[in-house]
């Protein structure tokens, strides 16, 4: 039987704190740290979880691996789809005789981030033949690293395959599934793109933090950034689940390897009382970095294009008022001004 890891589905999640809910540059932070914990893994190889540098632990009764640096845990967990057998049923290779004797056998994947008070998932579902527990893992690790490094998922896939037949001594095809790269950009960030090569970069997250409010996304224009169309959105108002606060947002992210052509973005956002608001950033051919936010009464039928068009002001990092909505940006102003536009743009209640 030959050896092969799907991965399918891949989803991402953050879990945010009300006491950091009007600091989004801790959200930030927490991404970036996750991208110095994953590079470690890659410069030191470490994707054998039964390496001693791993710690081994029962958490809630579960069999879990973590790993410490510099201040940041990355902790793996394994189970089958429906939840039945977890890595504690490998104490006796109880998982391990299932998952050979049942090819095709899907499991879920995660791989949990807590650094900076804050903590993120990344999780994958896995179809697996002739490969046990630990392997997937392995694989899993190897995967979620080279994309983390920027390496493109056909290529990412068959470097895990690699590593994997080195690991186990099988030959193993992995199959990268639809989703994967935005999941794993979303758990890093992407803010590593410029660094490994890329000469410019555009990643912002919008991110809604009212806790009553509801925004739409309602027009949008991209320069240079292929053929990228935004669908209208829908960010509700912040979610509670126990301690934690979960936002809805909108990402935007783009590689791009010239200068000299540049790239650009425009949000038109609109609130329920009809009043809208137009965020821009501007770097396109010739030009120096700009930055815009102009908001407009209810009516008003200036589109994201126009604003675009006009858009040639230096980068505001001051909180901006939008009627009963604060607007924070904390891109970051360094790389603003090198061709990395990266951060976060959020809403938040006034007065919080």
């Given at each position: 039987?030959?050896?092969?890891?799907?991965?399918n589905?891949?989803?991402?999640?953050i879990?945010?704190r009300?006491?950091?809910?009007?600091?989004?540059?801790k959200?930030?932070q927490?991404?970036?740290?996750?991208?110095?914990?994953?590079?470690?893994?890659?410069?030191?190889?470490?994707?054998?979880?039964?390496?001693?540098?791993w710690?081994?632990a029962?958490?809630?009764?579960?069999?879990?691996?973590g790993?410490?640096?510099?201040g940041?845990?990355?902790t793996?967990?394994l189970k089958?789809?429906?939840?039945?057998?977890?890595l504690s049923?490998?104490?006796d290779?109880t998982?391990?005789?299932?998952?050979?004797?049942n090819?095709?056998?899907?499991?879920?994947?995660s791989?949990?981030?807590?650094?900076?008070?804050?903590?993120s998932?990344?999780?994958?579902?896995?179809?697996?033949?002739?490969?046990?527990?630990l392997?997937?893992v392995?694989?899993?690790?190897v995967?979620?690293?080279n994309?983390a490094?920027?390496?493109?998922?056909?290529?990412?896939?068959l470097d895990?395959?690699?590593?994997?037949?080195a690991?186990?001594?099988?030959e193993t095809?992995?199959f990268?599934?639809?989703g994967?790269v935005?999941?794993?950009?979303?758990?890093?960030?992407v803010?590593?793109?410029y660094?490994?090569?890329?000469?410019?970069?555009l990643?912002?997250i919008?991110?809604?933090?009212?806790?009553s409010?509801?925004?739409k996304?309602?027009d949008h224009?991209v320069?240079?950034?292929?053929?990228?169309?935004?669908?209208d959105a829908t960010?509700?108002?912040?979610?509670?689940?126990?301690?934690?606060?979960f936002?809805?947002?909108v990402?935007?992210?783009?590689d791009?390897?010239?200068?000299?052509?540049?790239?650009?973005?425009?949000?038109?956002?609109?609130?329920e009382d009809?009043?809208?608001?137009?965020?821009c950033?501007?770097?396109?051919i010739?030009?120096?970095?700009?930055?815009?936010i102009?908001?407009f009464?209810?009516?008003?039928t200036?589109?994201a294009?126009?604003a675009?068009d006009?858009?040639?002001?230096?980068?505001?990092?001051?909180d901006?008022?939008?009627g009963?909505?604060?607007?924070?940006?904390?891109?970051?102003?360094?790389?603003?001004q090198?061709?990395?536009f990266?951060?976060?743009?959020?809403?938040?209640?006034?007065?919080?």
């Open positions: 039987m030959q050896a092969a890891i799907k991965f589905e891949s989803t991402f999640t879990k945010n009300s006491d950091f809910r009007a600091e989004p540059e959200e930030f927490h991404r970036l740290k996750t991208r110095e914990h994953l590079a470690y893994l890659q410069d030191m190889k470490l994707f054998d979880v039964s390496d001693s540098r710690a081994k029962t958490v809630d009764g579960e069999v879990v691996y790993h410490e640096y510099n940041s845990v990355l793996v967990r089958t789809r429906d939840g039945k057998l977890t049923h490998n104490e290779g998982f391990d005789r299932h998952l050979m004797d090819p095709g056998e899907s499991t879920v994947y791989i949990t981030s807590s650094n900076n008070g804050l903590e998932t990344h999780t994958f579902t896995v179809q697996s033949a002739g490969v046990v527990s392997t997937i392995f694989a899993a690790l995967f979620t690293v994309l490094n920027g390496v493109a998922a056909a290529q990412a896939a895990a395959g690699e590593a994997v037949a690991f186990c001594g099988v095809t992995i990268p599934g639809i994967i935005i999941a794993v950009l979303a758990f890093i960030g803010w590593i793109a660094s490994v090569g890329r000469e410019i970069m990643n912002v919008y991110e809604n933090r009212s806790s409010k509801t925004i996304l309602v224009y320069y240079n950034i292929g053929d990228s169309k935004l669908i960010l509700g108002p912040l979610q509670k689940a126990g301690p934690f606060e936002y809805s947002d990402v935007v992210n783009i791009n390897y010239s200068k000299i052509r540049g790239i650009g973005v425009s949000m038109k956002f609109q609130k009809g009043s809208s608001l137009i965020l950033i501007r770097n396109d010739y030009k120096d970095a700009h930055y815009s102009e908001q009464p209810k009516g008003d200036t589109s294009e126009d675009y006009r858009c040639n002001g230096a980068l505001q990092t001051s901006f008022a939008w009963d909505l604060i607007v924070k940006n904390r891109l970051d102003a360094d790389g603003f090198k061709y990395n990266s951060g976060i743009i959020s809403f938040h209640d006034a007065g919080t």
